[in-house]
């Protein structure tokens, strides 16, 4: 897909030329709104990413993801991609995975097979590697740029490029509720379909269901007839009736 570098300066003027008439934002407010969109597409697709390799750790499965990322999406052992797990499932299939490693013997292999992340900075792997020689290759999604000035650059896929200035422009009406920001609720909702698209782990996620089956006038509609309980005649008691 082509890329192309933008500016922060040039992505005001597009922002503006997305609108109908005379901005209502300022050029302070559009750069938070950019920033903001930028922070919520990474998180989504991960859309700024990069590849490093590191040697394994003897006989330990816990890693650290390194500082130039803070989240791993691929794992691969000497080139060889690793299955994708989670703690949870190795805990119940393995209980005892913590300890193994590729010399154990018996059983487990004698390579690395599946790697479970661990939040978003570390993750483990399973068997641990007992070798020295050996390496991982990691991809990683990386932090977002933030645009401070107006010459500040970063890199946008040209297809995505309308939906970013969508939401940003979304964004920048949450300052004027009402019609305004009512008519620009499609833009929002593009952005996260277009998201659905790039990221099958969101596309599943009960998040994305949420916000795309959303109905906003639903919770002003009863959800059935009121319902009506008649509760039989008590006599009174001649003490009562007193």
């Not at 040039?10 to 934002?25: D, I, K, M, N, T």
């Not at 922070?39 to 390194?66: C, D, E, F, H």
């Not at 590729?102 to 690395?112: D, L, R, V």
Request: with cysteine; net charge neutral; charged share 15%.
């Amino acid at each position: 897909m082509p890329y192309t570098t933008g500016t922060l300066a040039q992505l005001r003027v597009q922002l503006a030329a997305r609108w109908e008439g005379s901005p209502f934002w300022t050029d302070e407010e559009a750069r938070l709104a950019i920033n903001e969109t930028l922070r919520m597409w990474n998180l989504l697709v991960g859309a700024w990413r990069k590849r490093v390799v590191i040697p394994t750790i003897v006989n330990s499965p816990y890693y650290t993801v390194p500082s130039s990322g803070f989240c791993v999406f691929r794992v691969a052992w000497n080139q060889h991609p690793l299955d994708l797990s989670s703690v949870a499932d190795l805990d119940d299939g393995r209980p005892s995975w913590r300890g193994e490693t590729t010399a154990a013997g018996g059983s487990i292999p004698t390579s690395p097979v599946v790697w479970a992340p661990l939040g978003f900075t570390r993750f483990v792997l399973w068997p641990a590697d007992a070798s020295l020689v050996n390496s991982l290759t990691l991809d990683l999604v990386t932090p977002t740029p933030v645009l401070i000035y107006e010459f500040s650059p970063v890199d946008l896929n040209v297809a995505d490029l309308n939906v970013l200035l969508g939401m940003a422009l979304r964004l920048a009406a949450f300052k004027t509720p009402g019609p305004r920001f009512t008519l620009l609720e499609g833009l929002e909702r593009a952005f996260y379909q277009a998201a659905a698209v790039q990221s099958a782990q969101f596309r599943a996620s009960a998040l994305y269901r949420a916000l795309i089956g959303r109905d906003p006038g639903r919770a002003q509609r009863p959800l059935q007839s009121p319902l009506r309980v008649e509760l039989p005649a008590v006599p009174l008691s001649p003490e009562s009736s007193a």
